[in-house]
């Protein structure tokens, strides 16, 4: 039987490696690709604009691509649940084909929509191709345990394998018995709203620095991998939190809507490395892919892993509710360059370095600020191009030393980090151009200038710019001494360590063996 089938882009906005458009295809007389601006994802509390400027960027050229193979994208706002019985109805659906996604919101709302189809006759294809693999099978292949550990998760994955090699995206051949109709009224209809019809004001909009859309993705990916030297030297620790043009790839937010398959990324990586010498996981470009599927399978595995409450392997910390620091941190007014620089980027280009991010989320929690990791996971998920549930969660939880990474007491100084690979303040200077005039020596620690210095300069701490709203090297101190008792706490309710219970096989070492360590270290 031939059908009249449903393509539902969600994440995956993309043609190629794009599993479940080529199984739409089958056996296929009536092709409608839809997508639905569901309010529970996109919604102007939770998305900020630039990323709202991403999707759209996206859509367009997802449309765009469409039309050349004569289809369409028709944009539908709305509840999932509320939409497809009417387009079933309007366009006698038989299939309806998604990618698998494993956030938790999309889990329940995909077993509704499937249960609404199997009710109206319509028969539903979900396929794999977000990670790089079956991140469920991962955790079969681990006795059912989640993998926490980076090394763990590559021994499970090398017993399975490579990742599946991505697939063509559809020809005018694959298309040619599978029509879209459409009318000029369904033009007007299921047109792409714009930034300011869906409310948005744009004019305080910045250049976009990263244009939405998988041609852009696959553009930049070319470029990368034109860099083969780069490509098989490149280490992640080496590169720069803040250079003023990007030191990583910045393929992150075509990874996190689809754009570009990651698979895709992967086996291109490869043929870059085929007889050369090249670096490897973690630090290398495969390593990072290898993060981002680790994240995700234990973002599947672990219940509540947005959360500190109800999140089994996240150590319970007392964070404290402070308000005014938080919107400090948030809106760049810290009164540490490095910090605000950082979040003046974020805010107006939607992406910073991977080390920018730590050094910002370290701050706000157990650094200096004090607060619930949580806070600034919503803060990045609004600000970031390539916010991603998983990825978002997991990095916090890391950052925070909350879950993964437990050396609490190794806390990143707002002023020396910066200056590592930017002696000169450069890229303080660029997105605070209010101290561009201050020197080099004081460019970190303005408040540490003579009065003449900031009057030379054109401003005043206090007055200008402002005051550091901790003192770091006080703060700190006592930081660390709260998340030690934080950890004691943990120690004396689990007699078990959560890594043995997991199934990892690696003793952890103590927080006092660490400690200890690193006092020896001192000495
Ligand atoms: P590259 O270094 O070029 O890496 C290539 C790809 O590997 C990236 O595009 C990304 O898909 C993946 N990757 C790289 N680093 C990581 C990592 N640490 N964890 C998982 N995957 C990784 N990344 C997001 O995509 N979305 C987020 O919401 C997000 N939130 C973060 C929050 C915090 C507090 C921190 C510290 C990191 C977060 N990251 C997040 C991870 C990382 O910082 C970004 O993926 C990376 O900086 C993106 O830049 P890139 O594409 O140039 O990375």
């Not at 990323?51 to 691509?65: A, H, N, P, Q, V």
């Not at 706000?364 to 803060?379: A, F, P, S």
Request: proline content about 7%; some cysteine.
């Amino acid at each position: 039987m031939a059908h009249s089938c449903i393509h539902w882009f969600r994440k995956g906005l993309r043609l190629h490696d794009n599993p479940a458009l080529i199984a739409a295809l089958k056996d296929c007389k009536e092709l409608y690709p839809v997508f639905i601006v569901d309010p529970h994802l996109y919604n102007k509390t939770s998305v900020g604009i630039n990323r709202w400027r991403f999707l759209m960027g996206s859509l367009k050229d997802l449309d765009c691509s469409l039309r050349k193979l004569n289809s369409r994208l028709f944009v539908v706002g709305g509840k999932p649940e509320d939409v497809f019985p009417e387009l079933f109805d309007k366009w006698k659906i038989t299939k309806l084909t998604y990618e698998y996604d494993t956030e938790p919101y999309s889990l329940s709302r995909d077993e509704t929509v499937t249960a609404l189809a199997k009710k109206l006759n319509v028969d539903v294809i979900c396929k794999i191709s977000h990670t790089l693999y079956n991140i469920e099978r991962v955790i079969q292949e681990n006795n059912g345990k989640t993998p926490l550990t980076y090394v763990r998760m590559q021994a499970i994955l090398k017993s399975i394998g490579p990742p599946k090699r991505p697939i063509p995206a559809p020809s005018m051949e694959d298309m040619k018995d599978a029509k879209t109709p459409h009318s000029k009224q369904d033009e007007k209809q299921y047109r792409l709203p714009t930034l300011e019809e869906l409310g948005h004001d744009t004019s305080d909009l910045f250049e976009e620095k990263f244009p939405g859309g998988e041609q852009e993705a696959l553009r930049r990916l070319d470029e990368h991998m034109q860099r083969t030297g780069w490509v098989c030297a490149f280490e992640k620790p080496q590169t720069s939190p803040n250079s003023l043009s990007p030191s990583t790839t910045v393929l992150s937010p075509y990874v996190t809507f689809g754009c570009l398959s990651a698979r895709t990324f992967w086996w291109r990586l490869t043929e870059v490395y085929q007889g050369k010498k090249h670096s490897d996981p973690p630090v290398s470009l495969h390593g990072q892919l290898l993060w981002r599927e680790f994240f995700y399978t234990a973002s599947l595995g672990i219940p509540n892993f947005n959360k500190m409450e109800g999140n089994s392997i996240c150590t319970q910390v007392d964070w404290d509710t402070n308000p005014e620091y938080l919107a400090a941190w948030r809106e760049a007014r810290t009164g540490f360059p490095f910090i605000d620089a950082i979040m003046t980027q974020l805010r107006q280009e939607g992406w910073i370095h991977h080390l920018a991010r730590h050094a910002v989320a370290c701050f706000l929690t157990r650094g200096d600020l004090y607060i619930n990791w949580e806070e600034g996971q919503k803060v990045f998920e609004e600000l970031l191009l390539d916010g991603d549930w998983a990825l978002n969660a997991g990095n916090w939880q890391w950052l925070s030393a909350s879950t993964f990474f437990h050396q609490f007491f190794r806390v990143y100084s707002p002023v020396a980090f910066g200056k590592k690979t930017d002696k000169n303040g450069d890229y303080i200077k660029k997105y605070l151009p209010l101290l561009k005039k201050f020197p080099a020596a004081y460019i970190y620690e303005p408040w540490k200038a003579p009065r003449s210095v900031q009057e030379a300069a054109g401003c005043i701490v206090g007055k200008d710019y402002p005051r550091p709203i901790v003192e770091h090297e006080v703060i700190s101190k006592k930081n660390i001494q709260r998340m030690k008792a934080a950890y004691a706490k943990r120690s004396a309710k689990a007699p078990e360590s959560p890594s043995k219970k997991q199934g990892v096989k690696r003793k952890q070492p103590s927080v006092s063996d660490m400690l200890k360590k690193k006092d020896k270290k001192k000495k």
